[in-house]
């Protein structure tokens, strides 16, 4: 009897073998399909991403080489929510130089900041006018006097559209004090300065390449080099996904071969 009892009992888990194994093999199969379905969706989506990014820079080169419209065109746009970001506009006005705001910034390697004035307009509002980099040096006006305009002027440049919000946590916070922005917050430029919300233009203006007095400020500085990767990114995705199906005709085409013969 114990011997019996002692067959008995061996021969139970060399029954459950071939179910535990198929188990294995229905586990690894779902989730070989399932990693194949994500990495091939992510792959589609990069392919999506780059159809929208090419007609996005498609219509930033289209705006850029239109012709200029008068400010109040850009204003209707806005205000039906269409899109303004680079279509060229000419505004005149008389810039308030003494509430100019200064934006950290780069330029051909050079360290030093965006001047950003207001610009008051014949019916008494204010457009920032982004007109251009100024050195570190030159960062205080009386570093650049003649480059301070004063009188009538007449501005041709591209419309730029306002920020909502600081753009990313790693952006440092805008320094008011030391009239240092790191992010371009139109609400704060105009609140440091005096300029009441009503009476503000609710975008900015990038100058065009007119010569300043003595060079500064050096405009036209719109950077149009948007990132543009979702092919390489697409590539990468397709290939891990051909690459998990090599993997997996390899495992299934072994596993054919382990099998025992009938």
Do not use: C
């Amino acid at each position: 009897m114990p011997g019996r009892a002692k067959s008995t009992v061996a021969e139970a888990p060399a029954g459950e073998r071939p179910r535990a194994r198929g188990g294995r093999v229905v586990a690894a199969a779902v989730a070989f399909v399932l990693a194949l379905a994500i990495l091939l969706s992510l792959g589609t989506w990069q392919v999506q991403r780059l159809h929208w990014k090419e007609q996005l820079l498609a219509d930033m080169a289209a705006r850029r080489t239109a012709a200029p419209v008068a400010l109040a065109d850009i204003e209707a746009m806005a205000k039906k929510g269409e899109d303004i970001e680079y279509r060229p506009v000419t505004v005149s006005g008389v810039f308030v130089n003494n509430k100019e705001r200064h934006f950290f910034a780069t330029w051909r390697g050079q360290t030093g900041y965006h001047v950003y004035t207001p610009l008051q307009l014949a019916d008494g509002r204010f457009l920032f006018v982004n007109r251009g980099f100024t050195p570190y040096e030159a960062k205080e006006p009386e570093m650049r006097k003649q480059g301070q305009l004063t009188g009538e002027q007449t501005v041709t440049g591209l419309a730029r559209a306002r920020l909502a919000e600081k753009p990313s946590s790693i952006v440092p916070e805008n320094d008011l004090s030391k009239n240092i922005f790191y992010w371009k917050d139109l609400d704060a430029m105009a609140s440091s300065t005096g300029i009441p919300a009503d009476r503000l233009v609710p975008f900015f203006v990038d100058a065009g390449d007119a010569p300043n007095p003595k060079g500064l400020p050096i405009g036209a500085v719109t950077q149009f080099d948007l990132p543009n990767n979702h092919l390489q990114y697409a590539v990468t995705w397709y290939g891990l996904a051909a690459a998990l199906v090599g993997v997996g005709l390899y495992a299934l085409f072994r596993r054919k071969g382990n099998r025992p013969a009938p």
